[in-house]
């Protein structure tokens, strides 16, 4: 029998000791394992670096949760995407989706193409566009997908990309941190490899950093497992529990924080001195047939231009007292920050560059009233 997805957000991974009964994996810190003659290993650990105990319950837990055959731990999100973009060699061209986390971008820009691999970016809501990048005389080896996408939350169609690029032999990897296994499980969709920065829901609680990675490809899972060890960018042990034990509340968290979206999305669109509010919650979103196909719900994240200068950004911004001024999200509180100047400074000057008065929320989960009086006040603050 197959749990439900908030089923396995409470048990997934933690089967209890059985030496001891502990109903929660231990914080296992031991760097390395004694050998039963050599090569002789109890229970398949040899070194740290290659496995741990903590760092396999997290794994098990990921795989589990997108309902994959194998998961990964890292020491971020950023060196779960290093490591999915070690499937590259040089000479292969990446294909990312126009509006990415800038992070993401920096690495494929700043990095990756000083090795020899080029990005190529098109929006992946235009189908016919990714069709044609990949009918291109060097078409693409892995197609790269953030949905809801950070921070316009544009919405990806994965099924329909993922057929493409199969059929074109390219990998789909899917960076599900918005939604999480809880509103969306892109291996169902077809997607080869899903990718998180825990940081955010997975973790919750603004108090580690981390990332993973599922599949169910026993090919990409060995050459993931090898550069995982070979590069070797990966959690503590703490890091490992603190991940885990934030994944045991994620339906409740997920379903709170996207009521609290909703409702303040709503809200907002209603509001003269709002432009337009990106929300795939709202009615009027052009993904919203798919959003209802592909998604649980719409999440907690939101984005919205104010009319005005980025000043008025600015002072928006800076005088809520609920909504902390801050980049990151995901978490149990709610968070304000302006992608332009913070979290997507690195995109400044490229195709993805975004408006210095687009304001993003991720909103937690407090009460929704004292969400909406706290937005209420800053703009009566910011205004004045
Ligand atoms: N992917 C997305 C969508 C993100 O928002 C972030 C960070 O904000 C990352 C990846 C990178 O994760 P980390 O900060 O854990 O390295």
Redesign the pocket.
């Known amino acids: 029998m197959t749990d439900r997805i908030e089923t396995l957000a409470v048990h997934a991974g933690a089967e209890p000791d059985p030496a001891t009964g502990a109903v929660v994996p231990a914080i296992q810190m031991s760097t390395t394992f004694k050998q039963d003659g050599v090569g002789g290993l109890r229970g398949g650990f040899e070194y740290g670096r290659s496995g741990n105990p903590t760092r396999a319950a997290l794994e098990r837990a990921i795989a589990s949760l997108e309902g994959a055959t194998h998961g990964l731990a890292y020491a ?6 290093q490591n999915a973009l070690y499937l590259l060699a040089p000479g292969d061209r990446l294909l990312m989706s126009d509006d ?2 800038g ?2 971008w920096r690495l494929a820009d700043k990095v990756w193409r000083r090795y020899g691999i080029e990005t190529d970016t098109v929006d992946l809501c235009d189908l016919d566009a990714v069709a044609a990048a990949f009918a291109a005389p060097a078409p693409p080896k892995v197609v790269w997908i ?1 949905t809801p996408s ?1 921070p316009l939350l544009k919405i990806i169609d994965i099924s329909a990309v993922a057929r493409l690029a199969a059929v074109a032999g390219a990998i789909t990897v899917v ?1 599900n ?2 939604a999480t296994p809880y509103l969306q499980r892109p291996l169902d969709f077809g997607a080869d490899i899903v ?6 829901y997975l973790g919750g609680h603004s108090d580690v ?3 993973l990675i599922a599949t169910r490809s026993d090919e990409l899972a060995e050459t993931l497992r090898f550069h995982q060890n070979a590069a070797g960018a990966v959690p503590s042990p703490f890091d490992c529990f603190l991940i885990m034990r934030g994944m045991r509340t994620l339906a409740v968290r997920m379903e709170r924080a996207s009521a609290n979206a909703l409702v303040l999305a709503l809200w907002l669109a209603e509001r003269p001195d709002i432009e337009r509010v990106h929300y795939p919650g709202l009615p009027d979103h052009p993904a919203a047939e798919l959003v209802a196909r592909q998604m649980r719900s719409p999440g907690g994240m939101l984005s919205f231009e104010l009319r005005g200068s980025e000043d008025a950004a600015r002072r928006f911004a800076g005088s809520t007292r609920l909504f902390t001024l801050a ?3 995901g978490a149990v509180e709610s968070l304000i920050e302006l992608p332009a100047p913070m ?1 997507h400074a690195s995109v400044a000057d490229s195709p993805l560059a975004l408006s210095g008065s687009l304001v993003r929320l991720s909103v937690g989960i407090e009460a929704a009233d004292d969400l909406r009086a706290d937005l209420e006040a800053a703009f009566a603050a910011s205004a004045s």
């Open positions: 971020s999100g950023l060196a779960a995407t990415v986390y992070g993401t953030e950070n960076d941190t918005f990718l998180h920065s825990a940081t955010k950093i981390g990332g980049e990151s999200l979290t």
